[in-house]
Antibody, heavy 118, light 107 residues
Framework: EVQLLESGGGLVQPGESLRLSCAAS????????MSWVRQAPGKGLEWVSA????????YYADSVKGRFTISRDSSENTLNLQMNSLRAEDTAIYYC???????????WGQGTLVTVSS | AIQLTQSPSSLSASVGDRVSVTCRAS??????LAWYQQRPGKAPKLLIS???NLESGVPSRFSGSGSGTDFTLTISSLQPEDFATYYC?????????FGQGTRLEIK
């Protein structure tokens, strides 16, 4: 059974940093692209970033380019999202998702909430 | 970026009704379109990939059609558990984009 478990969310002030992680299991992690998708409170879905299976290629939405960095550790089956210079508009539930290079997303984690507020 | 426009934005229907949601893309996608269902407080769930491919375990009352710029999600006979928000997503090119969502409510 595929499982994606996010962690690292919380409340931070504008300009601060946060690192999200996603522990993957139930599939061969090193063989699949992975992505982050977010959803602001009461709003729709927004793709944030994707990383290829080898980690060689990374992609970002314009809204986070230069501030967020996606990475993966295939030895630990972990996907990460380093978020710097956070803004109020980054407040959202962040989902770890399997797929996206570009492709559809066949499995989703339960999400972790990031709140950016002073 | 490719824009996806869903219509309607919200829809009221009754159990047993047949409903359709459309998704129009600002440029051609071939068949690179997926549909998701999101129930309140839950993560989205993939229903249909490649415009018309029903995912394993998804009830056959769901179907997808279309190619190019115009796509449709159809639910043939609404069940109580189908009242949720539905999103289309294109994966033809980066940035990956989603439609704004269609909220399906009980009449």
């Amino acid at each position: 059974e595929v499982q994606l478990l996010e962690s690292g969310g919380g409340l931070v002030q504008p300009g601060e940093s946060l690192r999200l992680s996603c522990a993957a299991s139930g599939f061969t992690f090193s063989s699949y692209a992975m992505s982050w998708v977010r959803q602001a409170p009461g709003k729709g879905l927004e793709w944030v970033s994707a990383i290829s299976s080898s980690a060689y290629n990374t992609y970002y939405a314009d809204s986070v380019k230069g501030r967020f960095t996606i990475s993966r550790d295939s030895s630990e089956n972990t996907l990460n999202l380093q978020m710097n210079s956070l803004r109020a508009e980054d407040t959202a539930i962040y989902y770890c998702v399997k797929g996206g290079l570009p492709d559809y997303f066949d499995y989703w984690g339960q999400g972790t909430l990031v709140t950016v507020s002073s | 970026a490719i824009q996806l426009t869903q219509s309607p934005s919200s829809l009221s229907a009754s159990v047993g009704d047949r409903v359709s949601v459309t998704c129009r893309a600002s440029q051609g996608l071939s068949s690179a379109l997926a549909w998701y269902q999101q129930r309140p407080g839950k993560a989205p769930k993939l229903l249909i990939s490649d415009a018309s491919n029903l995912e394993s375990g998804v009830p056959s009352r769901f179907s997808g059609s279309g190619s190019g710029t115009d796509f449709t999600l159809t639910i043939s006979s609404l069940q109580p558990e189908d009242f949720a928000t539905y999103y289309c997503q294109q994966f033809n090119a980066y940035p990956i984009t989603f439609g704004q969502g269609t909220r399906l409510e009980i009449k």
